[in-house]
């Protein structure tokens, strides 16, 4: 009989029906609810965009009363910070975001009270991190805040409303991206009956990873290295000549710029023009045409473009965040479509289960019978 083939990295497999988001790499359009991202960020609110992503859960509430209780679920997550233990001293935010959210149970908890209490226990945790690790003490929340402009003081200290509008248009943009790989491993862990916050915990495990959440700061690290535009192409072919990647570019599913690259580019703009002016935007564009150039000549047949990762860096740089903050904050924003898939996972999907196949060693011949 003839074996199935093996679709390493399950390229190509179709593994659900989602009504959550669209991601298309041909034309390079990416839909979030019945809506293109460019309609979405920097246009609706961070707690909007809960509302729709999680419409389905039980006990959905209005966009008013979902902020409210968002913020009350922050004031709540502060107050455990005293019995995390050092999670929040862990060197890697990443590392410390999986401790600390790893104390939360799922135990008596509605899952529209989980996916609040999740997402607020995101951001606060993410927030106090990042304090710690300069050596300050954690915020307090204030739960009339929006999240966004909470989560900016809560990180930094305090919070314009141009750096709210740029981190709301950020957390927007990447609450949810298709079957990217920390979903899908949201989506395995809800598959097999398990509750959310383990889902929430693996996925964040996931998101960790360079080549998927990890990419933004190794970003930054890469424009510093080149320095100036008219460096950029010759420092790039080294970097593909030592067989490194180039990160910020290329996609598993995009041929073409990542829509969400020119969103977050028109984000750092609206930042530039309120007065905060990024020595790394005018950089940035001239890395990004030199490794499209050189990406192109490594690869004419594959597509290489610009990910959402690049402009990301840009973006939270100039919004005064430092770069080993910039993986836990796409947590904040990616966890709310997490949410979104584990509870469709669990209302419209089976158990994940896909089959490998054995190439290790025969096993000896059978044992005598008897
Ligand atoms: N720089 C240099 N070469 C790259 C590249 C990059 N950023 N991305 C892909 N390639 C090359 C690979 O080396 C491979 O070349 P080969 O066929 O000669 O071995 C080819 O393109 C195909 O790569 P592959 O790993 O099969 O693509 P993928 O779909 O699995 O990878 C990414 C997608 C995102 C993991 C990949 O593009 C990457 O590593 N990008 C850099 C990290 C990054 O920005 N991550 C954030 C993603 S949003």
């Known amino acids: 009989m003839e074996r199935p083939a093996v679709a390493w990295g399950l390229e190509g497999v179709v593994v659900a029906e989602t009504s959550l988001s669209e991601v298309d790499g041909e034309r390079g359009r990416l839909v979030i609810a019945g809506k293109e991202v460019e309609d979405l960020s920097g246009v609706v609110t961070f707690e909007e965009l809960c509302a729709r992503l999680w419409s389905a859960v039980p006990g959905a509430t209005p966009v008013p009363e979902l902020k409210r209780a ?94 709210a509008a740029g981190l709301e248009a950020y957390l927007v943009t990447v609450s949810d991206h298709g079957m990217n790989a920390s979903t899908f491993t949201a989506r395995v862990i809800a598959s097999t009956g398990s509750d959310a916050v383990s889902a929430v915990v693996g996925a964040l495990g996931a998101l960790k990873g360079p080549l998927h959440g990890g990419a933004p700061g190794p970003v930054l690290d890469m424009l510093d290295g080149i320095g100036q535009g008219e460096r950029a192409e010759g420092w790039l072919e080294q970097e593909l000549l030592a067989g490194r990647r180039i990160m910020g570019m290329g996609h598993r599913i995009y041929r073409t710029r990542d829509p969400r690259a020119a969103v977050l580019e028109r984000a750092v703009e609206r930042v530039e023009k309120a007065g905060s002016r990024t020595p790394r935007l005018q950089l940035a564009r001239a890395v990004e045409r030199a490794a499209e150039q050189v990406l192109r000549r490594k690869h004419p047949d594959r597509p290489l473009r610009t990910n959402v990762e690049f402009y990301t860096a840009v973006l939270l740089d100039a919004l005064g965040f430092p770069r080993e903050a910039f993986s836990p904050l796409f947590a904040c924003g990616r966890v709310v479509g997490w949410l979104a898939h584990i509870d469709e996972q669990r209302r419209t999907g089976r158990l994940i289960r896909p089959e490998s196949r054995y190439v290790g060693p025969a096993p000896d011949a059978a044992p005598p019978a008897g």
């Open 70 to 163: 968002l913020g009350m679920r922050r004031q709540w997550a502060f107050e455990q910070i005293p019995s995390l233990g050092r999670a929040l001293s862990l060197p890697d935010g990443m590392d410390a975001l999986r401790a600390s959210l790893a104390q939360l149970t799922a135990e008596g908890h509605a899952p529209w009270e989980l996916n609040l209490t999740l997402t607020a226990a995101t951001g606060v945790f993410a927030a106090a991190w990042l304090r710690v690790r300069q050596g300050k003490n954690p915020i307090a929340p204030r739960p009339d805040s929006s999240h966004a402009s909470d989560l900016v003081r809560m990180a930094l200290g305090e919070s314009s409303p141009a750096q």
